[in-house]
């Protein structure tokens, strides 16, 4: 199996969490509406439901979809 090609890395001290697509960083999300916006511009498919597939995005550290200070 393939790795997924987006990965949320755990929450930084100060929140948020970087997000790499393809081994790119993007930049760092406060939400999943950022995530999706690096979907985006990627030009992967922007959809929420992706967030959860994990041939889509992997999570790591932390619980997805949460980008409180760790």
Sequence with gaps: MAAAPIVVHPPLDTGGRKVSV???????AYADEDVIEFMLGA???GLAELLDDPSWVTWRGGH?????AA
Aim: hydrophobic fraction near 40%; charge should be negative.
């Design 22 to 28: 393809f081994g790119l960083n993007l930049g760092l």
């Design 43 to 45: 030009g992967l498919p």
């Design 64 to 68: 997805a979809h949460h980008y409180e």
